[in-house]
């Protein structure tokens, strides 16, 4: 089946600092999503990507939808202790009976003050 | 306005043992899904419904069955439960398959 790589599995890093993460995978999806889940939570969607090439921002998030639709990132700016969660990739296809969203496995962000 | 609302929030099963997840939805959306979500696994998709009276087999549905009687309401069966099935379970809904999908905040199922 189709399987998202998500990256990386875990950051520890400075208030202030910016964070990369991204998502590939061997399918081509035609939407990627980018969801934030806080401890005890459920997901919640932080952007969302229809078209390959699209560079969409959120605040001081910014995520891409790759031009292969095989891959995307997510950019945090500036990062703040709030900003700690774990983050999801998903990326869909096809659509009614066949309708599929796949997740990524997360990556946890500790962010120390 | 509630959004997806999910009981019970906690339970504990013996092997065995039958229950029933339910799902409300408060938003008039079409689609709805049950995830289950376990350590370093992500989420994966049990099974969903594109509409009322509609199901469909997700990623991991064995164990499972689901039924969608009233479009507000999407409703999760065990019927023998496994210590396998040990999880945090999420159901969602969208109002159009690529929109965006609201969670609820789980159940956390412990099957000793």
């Known amino acids: 089946g189709q399987q998202l790589n998500q990256s990386p599995q875990s950051m520890f890093i400075q208030e202030g600092e910016d964070v990369s993460m991204n998502c590939t995978s061997s399918?081509?999806?035609?939407?990627w999503l980018w969801y934030k889940q806080d401890p005890g939570e459920g997901p919640v969607l932080l952007i969302a990507l229809y078209k390959a090439g699209e560079l969409t921002s959120n605040g001081r998030l910014t995520a891409q939808f790759g031009i292969t639709r095989k891959d995307s990132f997510l950019n945090i700016s500036a990062s703040i202790p709030s900003d700690v969660g774990i983050y999801f990739c998903?990326?869909?296809?096809?659509?009614?009976?066949?309708?599929?969203?796949?997740f990524g496995k997360g990556t946890l962000l500790t962010v120390n003050p | 306005n509630a959004g997806v609302t999910q009981t019970p929030k906690f339970r504990v099963l013996k092997t065995g043992q039958s229950m029933t997840l339910l799902c409300a939805q408060d938003?008039?959306?079409?689609?709805m899904y049950w995830y289950r979500q376990d350590p370093g696994m992500g989420l994966r998709l049990i099974h969903y419904?594109?509409?009322?009276?509609?199901?469909a087999k997700g990623e991991v549905p064995d164990g499972y069955n689901v039924s969608r009687l009233k479009k507000q309401n999407f409703l999760l069966g065990l019927e023998s439960a496994a210590p396998s099935q040990t999880s945090v379970y999420f159901c969602?809904?969208?109002?159009?398959?690529?929109?965006?999908?609201?969670f609820g905040q789980g159940t956390r199922l412990t099957v000793v």
């Open positions: 998903a990326g869909q296809t096809g659509g009614g009976s066949n309708y599929k969203l796949t």
């Open positions: 399918s081509i999806f035609n939407t």
């Open positions: 938003m008039n959306h079409e689609y």
């Open positions: 969602a809904s969208s109002y159009l398959m690529n929109t965006e999908a609201f």
């Open positions: 419904s594109v509409g009322e009276g509609t199901t």
